[in-house]
């Protein structure tokens, strides 16, 4: 099945953001040539409920998959790309601490928060959010991580992780598990530079790798922009062969697709064209390009169709739920009195 506006052709391995609440020729006209697989939102293209569904069903008809991917950052806390929801998230830190009082609690937690999310999420047409995240906090890691991570402990995080996959896909939305392989060490930001973690593999191991081989089946993987030097002196994970060879698949055995974190960052050097063919060749199967620059996004169109396995794997991902009103509102009423 293929969108009807477009020519039957495969799509590229995009996941590409636009520029504001509503498409402009331009952009309809790139997006014609570029196909992609999918978008991602952010707050700049989220303005009420009523738009937001209109783009939605907008961007599904630029894209030739049957049931395009359109990721999300609503992770909650400071990050929230919708922001007139009657549940809001909490940061994962909020969550993480409950576990840690009672962890029974602060598993039901995590999972009816992300049924309550992919319930909000699905009303508008968004089939992924970009959770969980399964970086385990350090003393010295960077703001932009900070109360996002659920814990200091790699079996609290595995635990919470697993619980908000479950209620994310209850919910009718696929999760995205990152940033593989562990963003929790890292001192710099890599939206604006390049970080490096030097840890010896057996550290990693022991610590960052945990949660995500604990959710090796998660079907979709973001990876980071990070140098790990004892991994790869050369490339960051996500231009990485070896990293994403023999760690991410053959060491942590994670089964899902593998989505760069979003090219346009400056962790990242060279044009998008130059990026986009670099991750694509160390093996990510999806790239996440989310400025909406049409400049930028011109120079994806010269990127290589998706390729029959990923075609095949994205046309058969897991079978999701479907939210029930009766349902959400019990688990809406349950979170008020499991966070207060």
């Known amino acids: 099945m293929v969108a009807g506006m477009l020519a039957v052709k495969k799509p590229k391995p995009l996941i590409v953001g636009v520029e504001g609440t509503q498409l402009t020729d331009g952009e309809k006209t790139l997006l014609r040539h570029l196909a992609p697989v999918g978008f991602i939102l952010f707050k700049r293209n989220c303005q009420n409920a009523g738009q937001l569904k209109a783009?939605?069903?907008?961007?599904?008809?630029?894209?030739?998959?049957?049931?395009?991917?359109?990721?999300?950052?609503?992770?909650?806390?400071?990050?929230?790309?919708?922001?007139?929801?009657?549940?809001?998230?909490?940061?994962?830190?909020?969550?993480g601490d409950l576990y840690k009082q009672n962890p029974d609690k602060g598993l039901k937690a995590a999972q009816l928060n992300g049924y309550v999310l992919a319930a909000?999420?699905?009303?508008?047409?968004?089939n992924v959010n970009c959770l969980p995240l399964a970086d385990?906090?350090?003393?010295?890691?960077?703001?932009?991580?900070?109360?996002?991570?659920?814990?200091?402990?790699?079996q609290e995080v595995a635990a919470l992780c697993a619980a908000t996959i479950s209620g994310l896909m209850a919910g009718g939305v696929y999760p995205i598990i990152k940033h593989?392989?562990?963003?929790?060490?890292?001192?710099?930001?890599?939206?604006?530079?390049?970080?490096?973690v030097?840890?010896?593999?057996?550290?990693?191991?022991?610590?960052?790798?945990?949660?995500?081989?604990a959710n090796k089946e998660c079907p979709l993987v973001m990876t980071a922009h990070i140098l790990y030097p004892?991994?790869?002196?050369?490339?960051?994970?996500?231009?990485?062969?070896?990293?994403?060879?023999?760690i991410l698949k053959k060491?942590?055995?994670l089964t899902g697709l593998i989505?760069?974190?979003?090219?346009?960052?400056?962790?990242?050097?060279?044009?998008?064209?130059?990026?986009?063919?670099?991750?694509?060749?160390?093996?990510?199967?999806?790239?996440?390009?989310?400025?909406?620059?049409?400049a930028e996004l011109e120079q994806l169109k010269t990127v290589p169709d998706v390729t029959d396995d990923v075609l095949n794997t994205l046309e058969n991902l897991p079978p999701l739920g479907k939210a029930n009103a009766e349902l959400l509102q019990q688990a809406k009423e349950e979170l008020k009195e499991l966070l207060g």
């Open 230 to 246: 004892q991994l790869d002196p050369e490339n960051c994970a996500t231009n990485s062969p070896f990293i994403i060879d023999e």
């Open 55 to 95: 783009l939605c069903d907008e961007l599904k008809t630029f894209s030739p998959m049957a049931d395009p991917l359109i990721f999300i950052d609503q992770e909650g806390g400071r990050v929230n790309r919708i922001d007139w929801e009657d549940y809001m998230a909490p940061a994962g830190r909020t969550i």
């Open 251 to 253: 060491e942590m055995g």
């Open 259 to 294: 989505v760069s974190d979003d090219i346009n960052m400056q962790a990242l050097q060279g044009n998008m064209a130059e990026r986009a063919n670099k991750a694509l060749n160390a093996g990510c199967d999806l790239l996440l390009h989310c400025s909406g620059k049409l």
């Open 180 to 196: 593989a392989p562990g963003h929790g060490r890292a001192q710099a930001d890599s939206h604006l530079e390049l970080p490096a």
């Open 136 to 154: 385990v906090a350090t003393e010295s890691m960077h703001d932009v991580i900070g109360d996002r991570a659920f814990s200091n402990n790699p």
């Open 198 to 213: 030097d840890q010896p593999l057996s550290a990693l191991k022991a610590q960052d790798f945990l949660p995500f081989t």
């Open 120 to 126: 909000q999420l699905k009303e508008y047409g968004i």
